[in-house]
């Protein structure tokens, strides 16, 4: 790429910046009835559009095909009619959902008599990276726009043409219901250096960063992003059997935890037995996920219960597999369980299975995740599941937004202050 | 400096760092009790050593007086034994506020009987950034050690020896109460590498950093650090006289607003008059200010009330005085007002004065201030005034924190999730 390209493409990254911070403010201030009224027409314009659709994604099938893109990736790039309906529907689902936008968060009067609010408003301009999945266009398009937020999203180049006219509708539903344009904006060219300049922040005009897509992506996020990012780079996510744990419970959670999807981040990658139970629990639950189909790399002991059992190396305590492979291994109670969590976890989501209750607060108390549960499989780690109605991802860092990150997760807050003539003394 | 010095700066700071990671996890579970002794035995550890530190400021004092520092940072620096006794009380103060740890946030049942708990937790590690004043030394190492937080103080290098003393107090604290002493480190150099290395983040050992100072030291952290910032740049406070204000309350809001103090972030910097009370109102505020020996710049129509008042330039729009000075103009209504706002504020703190319900429910909803305030002064910006107990500083930014950062904005959560054994389907 030459210079001039290179300049071009940051010109037009900054005048998307400032043409999405132009439109916040509107956004920002625009009535539920009217972001509602958006996004049932955007979608309208999905399904209206869904033939249009199918076929641009045709266009991006062929391309991605013969660009050698694996079986996997060209299933999350697909788009049937089927999934267009998913799409409108979840858009649908967005406009059903409470406005997070205008909630009075908390209240306090002073020995002064000021009334004092904290009242939640939309973080102001949201980027959005993402691979495959065309679908997120609309998605993450809808939620920001619900939160009151400017969008500026950054699509996989594989996409491309299926993105672009999901962003028509979502742009018609925008129009439909006289809201500035601006507010969703898909960049409009597969060039990488896009990126970069979002990376950058666009001069000040991109508050937060949502990567959605693979660990290399969002790694790189992390590295070099000059605003805050709301994500998680792994799930290394954590059964641990107590020795006070149910064993039919613990075979339920286990299966349901590591099997149930192995592709997503709440999926287990480790299970931990307390040696008090290994006798009893340990040769079950092995078994079990074998039987099932599942690898299991284990230490010396768990490696003792079954000839299938492979090795477990160092390395396996700190991969996340995103497959049918478990690591596995027996520690001494509670406190090696915690110390083998806070050393090769990744304060994701970790899950303690035991009866005994003190020892189930303490490892909720004390494990440092962003969700940990007592009794029940890791594969809740999701925003519909929490009832926060739908998500943008989950984050494991510690501002702001921890966990599922729902449309509330997608607000910040200002304080209204009422009062009487009241002066500081 | 040497490559050989700057490495052992770099060497020196990841090992604070490391130090600092390593006693969060401990800290985050210290109880209520262990803190609260912590913070008791440092007061008390300042008022014994209180002679030791106001020598120790003495030192400090000489240094910078022939240095040639200012008038005004010198009694920024200086330490009697009135303000010893001040930090300390300051200090005891903050053992007296709630724990903000362990609030539980919110808490919701799923039908599928899961119970699910956001509670706070602590941020991790905070990094302070300070010019002058040594007591910033015990009143940040406080609060971000009730709050959990390891911390890892900069101060300014004039109060070196100050506040050497007082960290070893905070120290003798933390030892009183078996927390671990990495809990609140200071740098124990003035080399200003250690800033840089601060601002890359220490390799990930620095959550979050507060600068606490004057433009330029903000301004240089806000645009090189590599990690979340809780800060303001600056305050432009405005202060709205609408047209269905009253005059007296007006005048004694006008009054403390700007001059009450005029070197605090919230102090009035311009004064907006609506042109429906131009004849009213504008010449007896313009007035009651220059008696009380304030300049006024103002434009056309201000010129027009008193002689002594200035032209205003462009540039005053976006000035802050910090000073008895204020910008003065009349513009047409509250929707110019908010304009005027919009492009020339800072999002701190602003006011509107008006007996009208109506017009004061528009600007509270729709001036995107951190603070905004109705028939108050904009001197209550201020954590204490909040009822927070105590601030760290004042941040502008939209992610986190916004307003005054107490002990609240000090901590981060997590989700706890107790179930009977659910799996998820």
Same mark, same amino acid.
């Given at each position: !790429?030459?210079?001039?390209? %290179? ?50 994604? %045709? ?11 694996? $079986? ?5 790039? !697909? ?21 997070? &936008?205008?909630? &009075? ?6 020995? @002064? ?22 679908? =997120? ?18 699509? +996989? ?15 018609? +539903? /925008? ?11 898909? =960049? ?14 666009? *001069? ?10 693979? $660990?290399?992506?969002?790694?790189? #996020?992390?590295?070099? %992003? ?10 290394? =996510? ?10 039919? !419970? ?5 299966? @349901? ?19 008090? &139970? ?7 639950? #092995?078994? /079990?996920?074998?039987?099932? *189909? ?10 003792? #219960? ?24 027996? &520690? ?72 599922? #990150? ?13 009062? %009487? ?5």
């Amino acid at each position: !790429m030459g210079s001039q390209e %290179a300049a071009s493409v940051a010109d037009m990254m900054t005048a998307l910046g400032e043409r999405a911070r132009a439109s916040a403010h509107a956004l920002g201030l625009a009535s539920t009835d009217a972001k509602n009224r958006a996004l049932a027409a955007a979608a309208a314009a999905l399904r209206a559009r869904g033939a249009q659709i199918v076929e641009a994604n %045709a266009r991006d099938m062929d391309a991605a095909a013969k660009a050698g893109v694996t $079986k996997a990736n060209l299933d999350r790039l !697909m788009l049937d009619a089927r999934r267009v309906e998913s799409m409108a529907t979840g858009v649908d689902d967005i406009a059903a959902l409470p406005d997070p &936008v205008g909630r &009075v968060l908390a209240t306090f009067e002073r020995p @002064n008599g000021l009334k004092i609010e904290r009242v939640a408003t939309p973080l102001g301009v949201i980027g959005v990276i993402y691979e495959s999945r065309p679908n =997120v266009t609309a998605d993450a398009g809808a939620l920001c726009l619900k939160a009151g937020n400017a969008a500026i999203l950054r699509g +996989g180049s594989d996409s491309f043409h299926s993105s672009t006219i999901i962003h028509q509708c979502l742009v018609e +539903g /925008l129009r439909a219901a006289n809201l500035p344009e601006a507010a969703i904006q898909l =960049v409009p060219t597969r060039d990488r250096a896009a990126v970069g300049e979002m990376l950058k922040g666009l *001069g000040g005009n991109l508050d937060v960063i949502v990567p959605r897509g693979g $660990k290399s992506l969002v790694a790189r #996020v992390q590295e070099e %992003a000059r605003v805050p990012v709301f994500a998680h780079l792994e799930g290394i =996510v954590h059964v641990y059997v107590d020795a006070a744990a149910d064993l039919d !419970m613990a075979r339920a959670i286990v299966r @349901n935890a590591k099997l149930r999807r192995t592709g997503v981040c709440g999926a287990a990658e480790t299970l931990l037995v307390d040696r008090a &139970v290994e006798r009893t629990h340990l040769a079950p639950l #092995v078994k /079990l996920l074998l039987d099932e *189909g599942c690898e299991v790399r284990g230490d010396a002991a768990v490696r003792g #219960v079954d000839p299938r059992v492979a090795a477990a190396h160092d390395a396996d305590w700190s991969t996340e597999y995103l497959d049918a492979v478990i690591s596995a291994k027996v &520690v001494d109670g509670l406190d090696a369980a915690m110390d083998h969590i806070e050393r090769y976890g990744s304060h994701h989501t970790d899950c303690i299975v035991t009866q005994d209750s003190g020892r189930a607060e303490r490892f909720l108390r004390e494990v440092d995740s962003a969700i940990v549960l007592h009794n029940a499989s890791t594969q809740f780690a999701d925003g519909g599941e929490f009832g926060f109605g739908a998500e943008i991802g989950i984050a494991t860092g510690r501002m702001h937004a921890r966990g599922p #990150v729902g449309l509330e997760q997608l607000t910040s807050f200002k304080y209204r202050v009422r009062g %009487a003539g009241q002066v500081r003394p």
